[in-house]
């Protein structure tokens, strides 16, 4: 089957990240499945890598992306990385049940890694089995793509297989294969398994081969302690304008660890991820977070907590002295919070059709969470619905939508009052601020009960709800006329309290 799969992949490449020394990785093949069948595939997402969606389709495409035919030449890898996990050290890590298998340039000359998640175990497994339930590779799969729709830097979902055996999490499961695209698959703790080591050779290799790969122009930067300070400041802003979208449209990561935070600037690994119901700050949804640390409003914080164990590690690249590299990163650090909060603010504002970012404008929108959460409104409703409400003259039910989000109307209304005086002195179109508007508050989430639903049915071979959350989800400011159940929020039987990790 070498030929074929070459014909097919034939701009697969050896994974960069396999020129890195030794120790950075593993070289290991993907285990085979018994009997793997493709459930979905990105067709999109194939024809911008340029790879042949009627060869991926195929007997030899399906073989490749179930691991049971390594493309010829492209020897696939397993990486090595380390990571606080809920706060705690954890000295060794790595792909457990990722690996490798190449890399392609896409058709906007980007080099893209994939990687098959769920396909067998690594050096790395310790007591895994290597591989993952169908279950949280369709939820990756779907929300991954959405995120992509809403405009978030994610990894993406290629394809989504059936292994032919059978997974024992929480309950039995069809085991599954989830190929997954991304810039590169290099996260904070990567960097920390090397300088927990004191393998300071290692860790300029591969702030290298990232400056090279992602941050090119860090490398021409001469400002003071060089490329690997300007490196630290292009992480720390990605990693800031991406918190702040998260917030933007009520998602939660679930499981913040530094091993799943990517220094690229990217959502990745999308484990007990969910979306707020509800505007309720506080929210947890991951089975395993019991002390609420890495809650909806934490986000924020558990990023720059993150980022301070990155710059830790590069304190070695900053300065020969350690105090004048400590200092660099600290002053390096300083610039997250006002580049959160500018992302952010800017972004709350557009969500409510403001521009200026003045104070008056600022206390509006600060005052519309502070209802909505006293009052649990659903978040991503109540945005969708305020975009009715910009209209020169109000008819007199213009906002029964958003105020029956609330349960105590009254409170939205005197806000609402406060929120058309400022769209009357911004003085802006009242057609084109709508618009905007519904540019950029989402009619449509993944919302956890429809993934739900579309995981119990794909359990018992039904791909009709996936097929259906797949269509709205990708185009997530449409309404969908036809499928506008799924903008509503679940009824109480139907309520996703927790989502679990898929090992």
Not at 98 to 104: F, H
Not at 171 to 197: D, E, W
Not at 357 to 367: F, G, K, T
């Amino acid at each position: 089957m070498a030929g074929p799969a070459t014909s097919g992949f034939s701009g697969l490449t050896e994974p960069g990240y396999g020129t890195l020394p030794d120790g950075s990785f593993a070289r290991v093949p993907p285990t085979p499945t018994p009997a793997p069948q493709l459930l979905r595939l990105n067709e999109g997402l194939a024809s911008h890598l340029g790879l042949s969606v009627d060869w991926l389709s195929s007997a030899d495409g399906v073989a490749v992306l179930a691991g049971n035919q390594p493309a010829e030449g492209v020897p696939p890898l397993a990486m090595a990385y380390a990571g606080h996990q809920f706060g705690n050290w954890v000295p060794s890590l790595g792909d457990g049940r990722a690996i490798l298998i190449g890399e392609a340039r896409d058709r906007d000359g980007a080099l893209r890694e994939i990687q098959l998640k769920g396909a067998g175990r690594t050096p790395f497994s310790r007591a895994g089995d290597g591989r993952a339930a169908l279950g949280p590779v369709l939820r990756e799969y779907v929300v991954s793509e959405a995120m992509q729709a809403l405009g978030i830097p994610t990894t993406r979902a290629l394809a989504m297989l059936t292994t032919g055996d059978s997974i024992v999490r929480d309950t039995v499961q069809p085991g599954a294969i989830l190929a997954r695209v991304s810039a590169g698959h290099v996260r904070v703790g990567t960097f920390q398994y090397f300088h927990a080591r004191g393998m300071t050779d290692h860790v300029r290799a591969l702030a290298d081969f990232v400056i090279e790969r992602r941050y090119p122009e860090a490398a021409e930067s001469a400002a003071p302690h060089g490329p690997y300070r300007a490196l630290l400041d292009r992480v720390i802003a990605a990693q800031a304008d991406l918190i702040a979208r998260w917030m933007l449209v009520g998602f939660i990561h679930g499981v913040m660890n530094t091993d799943n935070m990517s220094i690229l600037g990217e959502t990745i690994d999308y484990g007990p991820c969910a979306f707020l119901d509800e505007y309720e700050p506080g929210k947890v949804f991951s089975s395993i977070d019991h002390g609420g640390r890495y809650a909806y409003a934490q986000q924020p914080n558990i990023g720059l907590w993150n980022l301070t164990r990155f710059a830790e590690t590069l304190l070695p690249l900053l300065d020969e002295s350690e105090e004048a590299a400590v200092e660099a990163a600290k002053d390096a650090l300083e610039a997250y919070a006002p580049r959160f909060e500018q992302t952010y603010r800017t972004r709350l504002l557009r969500k409510i059709g403001l521009e200026m970012p003045n104070e008056e404008n600022l206390d509006v929108a600060s005052r519309l969470l502070e209802r909505m959460a006293e009052q649990q409104a659903n978040f991503t409703l109540t945005f969708r619905r305020l975009c009715d409400g910009v209209v020169d003259t109000p008819p007199k039910d213009v906002d029964a939508g958003p105020r029956s989000l609330f349960a105590d109307p009254s409170g939205f209304d005197a806000w609402a009052a406060d929120w058309r005086q400022r769209l009357r002195t911004e003085g802006r179109d009242a057609d084109q601020t709508r618009a905007e508007m519904r540019a950029t508050n989402p009619a449509m989430i993944p919302r956890n009960h429809r993934v739900q639903q579309a995981i119990d049915a794909a359990t018992e071979g039904n791909l009709g709800p996936l097929d259906d959350l797949w269509t709205v989800t990708t185009k997530p400011f449409e309404d969908h006329p036809g499928l506008s159940q799924y903008a509503d929020p679940p009824e109480p039987h139907e309520r996703v309290h927790a989502t679990f990790c898929g090992t």
